[in-house]
C-alpha cells in the first residue's frame, strides 16, 4: 500500500480504505461473505493473486482476520472491531453513489456474473415459507449458454444452479440483463417493471406476491437521485 508520507489520521485510514478494490471487499465481508470464492465473485475483474495479496495486507493491518473453515479445509475471512468501523464508509459511499452518480449503464459495467452473485446473495429464501422452492430467470437479451439461470431456496439459504435441477419451477421471471440491473440497483422500480412489461413474472398469485420479498433488494434502493436520469426510465435496448 502506498503511503501519503503525512501524519494526519485522514492520510493514514485512506492509504488503507482507498487502495484499489478495498472498499469491495469490505462491502462484501459486510454483507456476510466469508469464503475466498464468494469475495472473487463480488470482485470479478480483481485477480485471484491480488485479492489474495490484499487480504493479506489487510489482515496485517488488524482489519481482517482469518477463521479455521468449519467441517473442511481452509478458512474463512471476517471483519475485525476495527474493519467494521469502516462499514459506515462504505454505506455512506453507496448512498452517494446512488443520489449523485447513477446514469444509464454503458457496456462495461453490465456484468452478468455480478448481477446473478447479487440476486444469489441478497435474496430471501424465506420469501415463499419454509417448503423448497425454485426461481427461474431468463436473460432474453443473453446468449443460449448464459440465458437461463436457477435459484433454490431452501433451509434459509438461496443457492445459485448453473443447470435445471429439475424440478417444478415456482416463479419464472424473464427480462433483459440491463433491466434487471436497473431493478436491483434502484433505479427501475419493481411495481413499473412489471406494469409496462419490462419484467415478466409468471407464477402462482402466492409466488408472485413474494417476488419483492425474494429480491430483499436493500436499503440504498430508496435512494432519490439527485442528478437527471431520464434515459434509465427509457426501455432498455432488446
Same mark, same amino acid.
Given at each position: 500500500? &502506498?503511503s501519503?508520507? @503525512?501524519?494526519?489520521p485522514?492520510? +493514514?485510514a ?8 478495498t ?7 459486510a454483507?456476510?461473505?466469508t469464503?475466498?470464492?464468494?469475495? @472473487?465473485?463480488?470482485v470479478?475483474?480483481?485477480?485471484p493473486t491480488? =485479492?489474495s +495479496?490484499?487480504? +493479506?495486507?489487510?489482515? *496485517?493491518?488488524? $482489519?481482517?482476520?482469518?477463521?479455521p473453515? &468449519?467441517g473442511g479445509?481452509? &478458512?474463512?475471512?471476517? !471483519? ?5 468501523e469502516?462499514?459506515?464508509l ?7 453513489g446512488?443520489r449523485w452518480?447513477?446514469r444509464?449503464?454503458v457496456e ?5 456474473? !455480478?448481477?446473478?452473485?447479487s =440476486?444469489e446473495?441478497?435474496a430471501d429464501?424465506?420469501a415463499?415459507?419454509?417448503?423448497q422452492?425454485?426461481? @427461474?430467470?431468463e ?5 443460449? %449458454? +448464459?440465458?437461463l439461470w436457477w435459484?433454490?431456496?431452501?433451509? %434459509?439459504?438461496c443457492? !445459485?444452479c448453473l ?6 419451477? %415456482?416463479l419464472y ?6 433491466d ?6 434502484? %433505479?427501475?422500480? !419493481?411495481?413499473?417493471a ?7 413474472? $409468471?407464477?402462482? *398469485?402466492?409466488a408472485?406476491?413474494?417476488?419483492? *420479498? ?7 434502493t430508496?435512494?432519490k437521485? @439527485?442528478?437527471?436520469?431520464e434515459?434509465? *426510465?427509457?426501455?432498455?435496448r432488446?
Amino acid at each position: 500500500m &502506498k503511503s501519503y508520507g @503525512q501524519f494526519c489520521p485522514v492520510a +493514514k485510514a485512506s492509504e488503507l480504505f482507498c487502495e484499489r478494490w478495498t472498499p469491495l471487499i469490505v462491502r462484501d465481508l459486510a454483507a456476510g461473505a466469508t469464503r475466498f470464492s464468494e469475495l @472473487q465473485r463480488g470482485v470479478p475483474l480483481m485477480s485471484p493473486t491480488l =485479492l489474495s +495479496k490484499r487480504l +493479506k495486507q489487510l489482515e *496485517a493491518e488488524g $482489519i481482517v482476520e482469518t477463521r479455521p473453515q &468449519k467441517g473442511g479445509r481452509g &478458512k474463512t475471512y471476517h !471483519l475485525t472491531a476495527p474493519g467494521r468501523e469502516f462499514i459506515p464508509l462504505v454505506v455512506a459511499l453507496g448512498t452517494w453513489g446512488q443520489r449523485w452518480s447513477r446514469r444509464q449503464l454503458v457496456e462495461g459495467e453490465i456484468d452478468l456474473g !455480478l448481477l446473478v452473485w447479487s =440476486l444469489e446473495r441478497g435474496a430471501d429464501a424465506t420469501a415463499f415459507g419454509k417448503r423448497q422452492s425454485l426461481v @427461474q430467470v431468463e436473460f432474453t437479451d443473453q446468449p443460449r %449458454d +448464459k440465458r437461463l439461470w436457477w435459484f433454490i431456496n431452501r433451509e %434459509d439459504n438461496c443457492e !445459485l444452479c448453473l443447470e435445471d435441477p429439475g424440478f417444478e419451477v %415456482d416463479l419464472y421471471l424473464a427480462c433483459t440483463l440491463p433491466d434487471m440491473i436497473y431493478i436491483v440497483r434502484g %433505479d427501475l422500480p !419493481l411495481t413499473k417493471a412489471l406494469n409496462c412489461g419490462r419484467l415478466e413474472a $409468471i407464477g402462482s *398469485a402466492r409466488a408472485r406476491r413474494a417476488l419483492r *420479498a425474494w429480491l430483499n433488494l436493500g436499503p440504498l434502493t430508496k435512494v432519490k437521485p @439527485q442528478n437527471r436520469l431520464e434515459a434509465v *426510465a427509457a426501455p432498455a435496448r432488446r
